[in-house]
């Protein structure tokens, strides 16, 4: 919820009890850097790829499978007494996806039978297009029936006849248009493929890679959701990483997440055994990464397999070669030229233009996983490796280590790579850290930080926090503060993971949460932290005087030149407000900015529910004017966020 209120009612407080803070911003001294970088990591957690951002609403479409996760019939049920089952057809789709779902009359009941799907947990159903297709083999005369109707009554919302062209011995693709005259009442909603058994040979056929879209974002083929997608874009993001996190490093060397399998018709994508509980399709694979930061304007950080698995094994140096290769052919697809060997291929998938790309990282965590030979061979000899190679090749990349100084005994990041630095923090050690960069050299990004346990718990021996809350929000902004602050040094920070699906999640703590139904797509209170901060990105930092606790701060000039302070409030003497002063040297009296302030509940431990939908978080926008010298005046409550900036449209109204 946003109000807007005039600097004369900000005035009209009540005294506050405790000592105001006075904080003066200097006009030069400061520290130029790029752009400040915010964004998010991305790797398939949570159903936050398939079931989540990527856009397909077939859960389980191709019936892929690896050593953990046995082919199977999840998601799927018979359609009027069908006899449905796994089978491994000869000849199969393709060798990457071999087993498919055969479908019988059970002899007791003639006509229509067939298959449905309950999609991720349910399946939103609105007047808009739903485009579609299957494979079908064996001999069929007659037609198709596809539809969307509900699973809680006999309500049908859209179907559609496809005349058949299935034969014996050859797989034939039957493509399809779904529009609903009405909105489903819920997403309890499932998609069903009927057929008459009695023009089927034998009365069966196999049924293979059954798919349905809703329009997707940008309007993409095999792209994103459309709300899950504006809600990070609402965000501000510029920075990209992916595609993880675990995901990248795989169980074993034989199960890494290997992007050429992600590349081509879906078809020829024979799915990844994910590291987090559930079989991936690699429908959200590589190139829809890249198109999808391309249309969000983010820039890339691209993470490349480092020869370290999340068993602890790892590629000796004597076989590593193989693995740099990969990694540069994986540069390659990215950004080399349409004639280049894996240029082309990426410009035959339908975009001959090269990408933009000049941050990759070597590996993930490499700290943890297999500690302490993961991280010692990592020093030893697999990042010089690495680095050396790609920089070799490609001279402006910038070398990501993944590893920072701070990590199990530190490391020494070899000039000029960057290091990584992950917090998943209490809200009070983002306090306890607020200076740890102010004298490190090596520069870093912030590859993964959230609020994830909370204040007198205990750590990683205990469970995460069931959502973002409101004092965990408030301590992560202290932490977003602590790296801005050293922009000079930190390049930027990724909030991670980004997405949770409310039916199946790993890890509880998300920016976004998400279910099949649009209206659970929640907002949470991390959210509104990063969207103010990331909307008034810093090019300079300015050097700042003021007192710091209960208030934590940074300020400097924005690319329009403008003047912007950015606080925190964490604590109050008797849940006081604080009386803020900021002065910029040089402002004139009367110049007007914009005060952006977030306030929570009552308790510091609410948070955003989706099954109310109420927003705990209010913000307050307010127009102040500077005084005589060049001061501006305003109050900020205990646990709260502001930004004062002096770039703003005028537009506000009392």
């Not at 990464?289 to 370290?308: H, Q, R, T």
């Not at 297999?370 to 697999?382: D, F, I, L, V």
């Not at 909307?535 to 007192?547: D, F, Q, S, Y």
Request: net charge negative; charged share 20%; aromatic share 12%.
């Amino acid at each position: 919820m946003v109000f807007l209120r005039s600097a004369a009612l900000i005035a009209a407080c009540a005294v506050s009890l405790v000592s105001a803070v006075d904080i003066s911003v200097q006009a030069t001294g400061g520290n130029k850097t790029r752009a400040y970088q915010y964004g998010f990591l991305h790797e398939d957690i949570n159903n936050s790829g398939d079931g989540g951002l990527y856009a397909e609403l077939i859960r389980n479409r191709a019936f892929q499978y690896g050593e953990k996760f046995p082919a199977s019939l999840e998601a799927w049920f018979p359609v009027n007494g069908a006899n449905i089952s796994i089978s491994h057809p000869k000849p199969a789709l393709s060798d990457e996806l071999p087993a498919a779902i055969n479908v019988k009359s059970s002899g007791k009941r003639g006509g229509q039978i067939g298959f449905a799907n309950e999609g991720y947990w349910g399946i939103n159903v609105k007047k808009q297009k739903y485009s579609g297709s299957f494979w079908v083999k064996g001999t069929y005369k007659g037609q198709f029936t596809a539809s969307l109707q509900s699973a809680l009554t006999d309500e049908v919302f859209a179907s559609t006849k496809i005349k058949s062209k299935a034969v014996a011995d050859e797989w034939v693709e039957h493509k399809l248009e779904l529009i609903p005259k009405k909105d489903a009442p819920n997403s309890n909603n499932t998609f069903a493929i009927t057929f008459n058994a009695a023009g089927a040979k034998d009365g069966s056929l196999d049924f293979n890679l059954i798919s349905l879209f809703p329009p997707t974002y940008k309007g993409r083929k095999n792209g994103m959701r459309i709300d899950i997608a504006e809600a990070l874009e609402e965000l501000h993001p510029t920075f990209f990483r992916f595609p993880g996190g675990n995901m990248l490093e795989g169980d074993n060397i034989d199960n890494w997440w290997d992007w050429k399998d992600t590349l081509g018709p879906l078809r020829h994508r024979k799915g990844f055994q994910n590291t987090w509980g559930y079989q991936m399709t690699n429908g959200f694979g590589l190139l829809e990464y890249l198109e999808f930061a391309e249309d969000m304007n983010m820039e890339m950080i691209l993470g490349v397999y480092s020869g370290l698995s999340l068993d602890g094994n790892v590629v000796p140096e004597d076989e590593l070669q193989p693995w740099i290769d990969d990694a540069l052919n994986q540069i390659e697809f990215v950004r080399g030229d349409a004639n280049s060997t894996w240029g082309s291929k990426r410009a035959e998938l339908g975009h001959p233009e090269p990408f933009k790309l000049e941050f990759v990282e070597i590996g993930n965590e490499e700290w943890l996983a297999g500690y302490p030979h993961g991280w010692e061979t990592y020093k030893q000899y697999r990042l010089p490796m690495f680095m050396d190679a790609i920089r070799a090749a490609y001279p402006d990349i910038n070398i990501i280590a993944s590893g920072s100084v701070f990590d199990q005994n530190g490391i020494d990041i070899p000039e000029p790579a960057i290091g990584d630095y992950h917090p998943y923090r209490k809200p009070d050690n983002f306090l306890e850290e607020f200076n740890l960069f102010d004298n490190v050299a090596t520069p870093h990004i912030i590859g993964e930080v959230s609020s994830t346990h909370v204040n007198g718990g205990i750590g990683w021996e205990g469970q995460l926090a069931k959502w973002p809350w409101w004092i965990g929000s408030v301590g992560g902004a202290i932490g977003l503060i602590s790296y801005e602050r050293n922009a000079d040094r930190i390049l930027g920070i990724l909030y991670a993971p980004i997405l949770r699906n409310l039916e199946r999640s790993q890890w509880d703590i998300t920016i976004l949460q998400h279910a099949a139904d649009p209206a659970l797509t929640t907002r949470s209170t991390d959210w509104y932290i990063w969207e103010l901060m990331a909307a008034h990105p810093i090019i300079e930092t300015l050097p700042v005087k003021g007192e710091l606790d209960p208030l934590f701060f940074v300020a400097g000039k924005t690319k329009q030149d403008s003047l912007v302070w950015k606080g925190a409030c964490y604590n109050t003497t008797e849940h006081a407000n604080v009386p803020v002063t900021v002065s910029f040297e040089g402002v004139a009296a009367g110049t007007q900015a914009e005060l952006t302030l977030l306030t929570g509940p009552k308790d510091p431990y609410g948070y955003n529910d989706p099954k109310t939908g109420i927003n705990v978080v209010e913000t307050t926008k307010t127009i102040l004017e500077a005084g005589e010298d060049g001061e501006f005046e305003f109050e900020m409550p205990e646990l709260s966020v502001a930004v004062l900036d002096t770039y703003f449209e005028d537009t506000y109204s009392e």
